[in-house]
């Protein structure tokens, strides 16, 4: 079975500043795929980036970008200019590709504060 | 994207009664997925709704005590049966479409079990 793990439960960034969410995660499998969601106080999820594990270029969404070490089994989530609309609860997730109709397996979370 | 409802939005409901959950997409999609998100936790799977077949549960919920079903490819129901106060929950749908693996998420449905 795969597992998905966030070891920050709570990260804080100034205004402006980028931070980095770190995810790492435990497969035998060769071909996935992986994402980021968002979940603001609202609780609706929302889908940030979406990663191919077959391609290695490192997937960007304005200013949401991936570092995705397949080797390390790594995906950490680089926020840039942060804005006071990022703050929320961001999971990792990953899915398998192997064609069947599987669901995501989440991180715990990671809650990001944006300091004003 | 897609365009999900889920009805009702919240309940508060007495223990040992049940709770049909409502998720209707705005066109056809072939995988719809059930998530449950306890108090401050993060999603788990509860089920895949097939069209047409029963569904396949994850270890760890049952058909008894979630029943669910997909009488077409638009709209799916589950239900959180003889609830407890453990069930205290938001109860999310979930489909897939347009690029392989991306899944678009109702609002959920948050449960309250007295």
């Known amino acids: 079975a795969q597992t998905v793990t966030q070891s920050q439960p709570e990260m804080s960034v100034q205004e402006a500043e980028t931070v980095t969410l770190s995810c790492t995660y435990d497969t035998s499998e060769s071909d996935y795929y992986l994402f980021w969601y968002k979940q603001p106080p609202s609780r609706q999820m929302i889908l940030v980036i979406r990663q191919e594990a077959y391609k290695q270029q490192n997937a960007t969404e304005n200013r949401f970008s991936v570092n995705f070490q397949k080797a390390a089994k790594s995906f950490s989530l680089k926020i840039s200019d942060s804005q006071l609309g990022d703050a929320a609860m961001y999971f990792c997730a990953y899915r398998s590709a192997g064609g069947g109709a599987d669901g995501l397996t989440f991180g715990k979370g990671t809650h990001l504060i944006i300091q004003p | 994207s897609a365009v999900i409802s889920q009805k009702p939005s919240r309940d508060i409901c007495q223990r040992g009664t049940s709770l049909t959950i409502q998720c209707q997409v705005d066109s056809q999609v072939t995988m719809m997925f059930w998530y449950r998100q306890q108090p401050g936790q993060s999603l788990t799977l509860i089920a895949t709704a097939n069209q047409g077949s029963e569904a396949t549960y994850e270890s760890g919920f049952v058909i008894d005590k979630f029943p669910i079903s997909r009488p077409n490819l638009t709209f799916s129901t589950l239900t959180v049966s003889n609830m407890s106060p453990e069930d205290s929950s938001i109860y999310l749908c979930?489909?897939?479409?347009?690029?392989?693996?991306?899944?678009?998420f109702g609002p959920g449905t948050r449960l309250t079990v007295t």
């Open positions: 979930s489909v897939e479409r347009d690029r392989a693996g991306e899944q678009y």
